[in-house]
């Protein structure tokens, strides 16, 4: 079992910068591909990014690309997602989410783990 805790999220004004992370505990992620998705008020849940076991290869949502970037540190057991440039559209609460294998899913009904999530408001 693993257990994964999002931080970070918080309130910026448009055109800011936040970093949420993503905290597992109970074993490893290691060999895990990682996702963070989205849900914003009345909307489904939604690929943002995700990154494979060794953080050799990254995806990106056509939303976010060239304004998030989602990286791990494996020895750490966290996955981070840094976003630049934020618009209110961007306004949702985060999860973040685990896969055993090498395969990054873009779907959320493949994901094994989800955290509680966290929310990102961005005014304009």
């Known amino acids: 079992q693993v257990q994964l805790v999002e931080s970070g999220g918080g309130l910026v004004q448009a055109g800011g910068s936040l970093k949420v992370s993503c905290a597992a505990s109970?074993?490893?992620?290691?060999?895990?591909?990682m996702g963070w998705f989205r849900q914003a008020p009345g909307k489904e849940r939604v690929f943002v990014a995700g990154i494979t076991w060794n953080g050799g290869r990254t995806y990106y949502a056509d939303a976010v690309k060239g304004r998030f970037t989602i990286s791990r540190d494996n020895a750490k057991n966290t996955v981070y997602l840094q976003m630049n440039s934020l618009k209110s559209e961007d306004t949702a609460v985060y999860y973040c989410?685990?896969?055993?294998?090498?395969?990054?899913?873009?779907?959320?009904?493949?994901?094994?783990?989800w955290g509680q999530g966290t929310q990102v408001t961005v005014s304009s």
């Open positions: 989410a685990a896969k055993s294998g090498v395969v990054v899913p873009l779907k959320a009904r493949d994901y094994d783990y």
């Open positions: 109970g074993r490893t992620i290691s060999r895990d591909a």
